[in-house]
Each structure stands twice: as C-alpha cells, then as structure tokens.
C-alpha cells in the first residue's frame, strides 16, 4: 500500500496570503488528522476529519481551516499568513474503524512551510 | 488533559553504547503510550507502542521501552547504539477511548557519534 502524500512538500510564501496544502491518507483509511511542527512548540495538533466531519480540534486561530473530501483526501488552508505560521505540516492518517486510542496514525513526509 | 514530559533535548552518545530516553506522562485518565522517531526531513515514524498486557514492548530494530504506571513512565532504551539511529524521538500517549488524538512530547535527539 502507499504511504501517506502531502503536496507540496516546500512551500514559500509572504506574510498576508494564503495557502492550501493536501494530503491523501493511506487507501482505506477514513481519519486524517494534521499536525503542525515548529521548533519552539513541538508538534501540536490541529484538526481531525472522520468521514468528511471534523471531529476533534487544537487550539489554533480561526485562520486555519480544513476539510476532507468524499475520498478521504484532506485539505488544511492558512489564510492572513504570519511569521509565526512557519512550520512543518505533518499530516496522519488512521483505519480508525473503531473508537479508541489503539488506531495507529500513519504519518506523511510533510510540506515544509516558510512565510516571509 | 494530557502532557508529556521528555526531559532531555539531546542526548549524544558514542556508537555501541547503550541508551535510555526519558519520557513522562500525565493524565487524568488512562492512556496507550507510543514512541516515535522522525529522520531527518522526514514524518514520523512509529517505534513501538503499548496497548496492554507486558509492560515491556520491543521494535524490531533493537529499541524497547517500559511501562511504569506508578511512575508514570515510558522510558525508550537500546543496549547499543548505531550511527543508523541518530534521529529525533517522541514520547505520545493517546486515551483508550473516545476519539481524541495523540499528544506529544518535545522530543528528544539523540546524536550518535563515532
């Protein structure tokens, strides 16, 4: 089976636009979830989609968004970008066909976000 | 709530020596523990994982980590390192139930030396 894939994988951008990054989850697997990894903060979490509803949210402003398609491939959007909004991306995928903590996340390589 | 502790940023060491990571955990209701490891422009990789049953759960490629409820402790060891496993390591737990998501530690790296 394939991995998980995020496009792009490097993404340069200013501060005040706006960006989408996409991740298609393992075949089968309905969960995606998205991290956000930066240096001072560690890895935090920010969203999970289960079947085309979010299901679970971090605490990150308003200005960061996602959905999940009908085939399972997410979609996370940054708008009004900041400095700070440097990172990387990570995104997870999980069978979750079942509730519980057991369902092993599946990690994409990323897409490497620079704001400036 | 969930945190997790990893209370060393860095930790080099000489290649064939052995190694322990620490990892601490607290939480307000019971949790599954897992190890992850993150190569160099890389995601993260799952190292191993405790469920249930023995509190003493091996990877395949050496590491193991026990499970101290007492202590609340998840510490990643290996009895001898190669130049293979330098890398960054996360400590994450995750509740039994309900659908909440996994919460990480800072992580740790181990720089494996010559």
């Known amino acids: 089976k394939a991995g998980v894939t995020q496009t792009p994988r490097y993404l340069i951008k200013t501060r005040g636009q706006q960006v989408t990054l996409s991740c298609s989850p393992i075949s089968g697997h309905r969960s995606v979830s998205w991290y956000q990894q930066t240096p001072g903060q560690g890895l935090q979490f920010l969203f999970e989609y289960f079947s085309e509803t979010q299901r679970n949210k971090g605490n990150f402003p308003g200005r960061f968004s996602g959905r999940q398609f009908s085939n399972s491939r997410s979609e996370m959007n940054v708008s009004t970008l900041e400095l700070g909004d440097s990172a990387l991306y990570l995104c997870?995928?999980?069978?979750?066909?079942?509730?519980?903590?057991?369902?092993?996340?599946?990690f994409g390589p990323g897409t490497r976000l620079t704001v400036l | 709530a969930q945190s997790v502790t990893q209370l060393d940023s860095q930790v080099p060491v000489f290649e064939e020596a052995p190694v322990e990571l620490r990892c601490n955990y607290s939480?307000?209701?019971?949790?599954?523990l897992f190890w992850y490891v993150q190569y160099p422009n890389q995601g993260l990789q799952l190292l191993l994982k405790y469920l249930s049953g023995s509190t003493l759960v091996e990877s395949i490629n050496g590491f193991e980590a026990e499970f101290n409820k007492s202590q609340t402790s998840f510490h990643l060891r290996k009895p001898s390192v190669h130049i293979s496993d330098t890398a960054e390591y996360f400590c994450a737990v995750r509740p039994l139930s309900g659908y909440s998501t996994l919460t990480f530690g800072k992580g740790t790296m181990l720089l494996v030396s010559p």
């Open positions: 997870a995928s999980s069978p979750s066909k079942t509730s519980g903590g057991h369902n092993e996340q599946f």
């Open positions: 939480s307000s209701v019971s949790v599954y």
